[in-house]
Nanobody, 126 residues
Framework: QVQLVESGGGLVQAGGSLRLSCVAS????????MGWFRQAPGKEREFVSA????????NYADSVKGRFTISRDNAKNTVYLQMNSLKPEDTAVYYC???????????????????WGQGTQVTVSS
């Protein structure tokens, strides 16, 4: 069992930056690929970014490429999402998730993730 706790959300103006963190419980964090997803009001949950177990491979949604950067620190059981040049359409609840499978590329499919955090709200004002 892995418990995930996100933090770092908040209110920011368009063009600003935020860094989200997700801390995992347990000693097996390095065995999990990690993903970030988001859900805006009235919309379905969507993929944002993912990173492989050792951090060597990453995956991004087209909508965030060049603006967001995912990284991880296995010694701290933490995955990060650095978000720059934020836009109002980035407003959503952001969730981190853990996938215990080894895959060629960290997955964008939410149903493949085994554990989820409670989410952190990101609001970007125009």
């Amino acid at each position: 069992q892995v418990q995930l706790v996100e933090s770092g959300g908040g209110l920011v103006q368009a063009g600003g930056s935020l860094r989200l963190s997700c801390v995992a419980s347990g000693r097996t964090f390095s065995r999990y690929a990690m993903g970030w997803f988001r859900q805006a009001p009235g919309k379905e949950r969507e993929f944002v970014s993912a990173i492989s177990q050792n951090g060597a491979r990453t995956n991004y949604a087209d909508s965030v490429k060049g603006r967001f950067t995912i990284s991880r620190d296995n010694a701290k059981n933490t995955v990060y999402l650095q978000m720059n040049s934020l836009k109002p359409e980035d407003t959503a609840v952001y969730y981190c998730a853990a996938d215990r499978a080894l895959r060629e590329l960290p997955s964008f499919r939410d149903y493949l993730y085994d554990y989820w955090g409670q989410g952190t709200q990101v609001t970007v004002s125009s």
